[in-house]
């Protein structure tokens, strides 16, 4: 039996993360994976690379496999064109009984392969990743919309992995009333008492801010910038400490990287992810 492998309309982070929750389904049930590479979106991204490799390894066992019977993993309403990302990464998630990044941490070779492809594109380092925390800022699209506390979507999503149902980004709209679970800016207050806990560990690092060109900000922090979201995620993985945003681009840095120590904002796609739930053996340092 096996899977067929799909991307998302959306950017980098997003696909990534529906990479992983296939990958991880795939394993959990020992499915092949077919793909297409030339057909996916941001199939050049090293990131991406290291995923298809690792598929590539996983299939090797597959070789007299009969591929006739295609498992549907699609029997959803669309959202982008897709599977609605937080019910197919909750579904995931119950699946494996465990969050997906400790899980691609432990079972697979994944950031071995992603380390590799990374030295070949040969990336310079502006800072000390020992003594350095690096603070994602989600900005771009949404730098106009409002922080809100995540602990409401996350809550709701919690419960429904605690009721073993199944988690639909729309929901809290219908059942809560008003639609709060959407990448976004944190509070400059929230984000600044997050650097300070983290000095207050760390007091002999430096702070420095990554965002996308042109971003305004009042945080008294040198800023890395770049047209290149690879390059800005790329040393969001090799950071020793990281402050991370509402964002699943921040989130899929944990996927790849080798922290010693995570700040992460809580919402309801990393509830969904199994991060902050009963399934959780990462433990991160959670804020809302």
């Excluded at 057909?39 to 690792?54: E, G, P, R």
């Amino acid at each position: 039996m096996y899977i067929q492998l799909f991307d998302r309309s959306d950017r980098l982070g997003s696909n990534i993360m529906n990479y992983i929750a296939q990958l991880l389904y795939a394993l959990k049930y020992n499915l092949y994976i077919q793909y297409d590479a030339h057909s996916l979106n941001y199939n050049d991204s090293i990131f991406v690379k290291a995923i298809f490799q690792y598929i590539d390894i996983h299939n090797i066992s597959f070789s007299n496999e009969d591929f006739s019977k295609k498992v549907d993993l699609t029997t959803t309403r669309d959202i982008w064109g897709n599977t609605d990302f937080c019910f197919s990464m909750s579904r995931t998630t119950k699946e494996l009984q465990q969050d997906l990044i400790s899980f691609i941490h432990m079972k697979t070779p994944i950031r071995t392969l992603f380390r590799e492809l990374a030295i070949l594109k040969q990336y310079t380092i502006p800072f000390d990743p020992k003594t350095t925390i690096l603070v994602h800022l989600r900005l771009d699209d949404v730098c106009d919309r409002e922080d809100y506390d995540g602990n409401l979507c996350a809550s709701f999503y919690r419960n429904k992995l605690i009721q073993g149902k199944d988690c639909w980004d729309k929901a809290p709209q219908t059942e809560l009333g008003r639609a709060i679970n959407w990448q976004a800016p944190l509070a400059l207050d929230k984000l600044q008492r997050q650097i300070n806990i983290a000095k207050s560990t760390y007091p002999t690092h430096s702070v420095k801010l990554i965002s996308t060109p042109n971003a305004q900000t009042p945080l008294p922090y040198p800023l890395i910038s770049s047209h290149d979201p690879e390059y800005d995620l790329y040393l969001l993985t090799v950071c020793d400490v990281v402050i991370l945003s509402r964002s699943t681009y921040a989130l899929s840095a944990a996927l790849f990287g080798h922290h010693t120590t995570v700040y992460m904002p809580i919402w309801g796609h990393f509830v969904c992810c199994g991060l902050d739930t009963q399934y959780d053996k990462k433990r991160y340092h959670y804020f809302y």
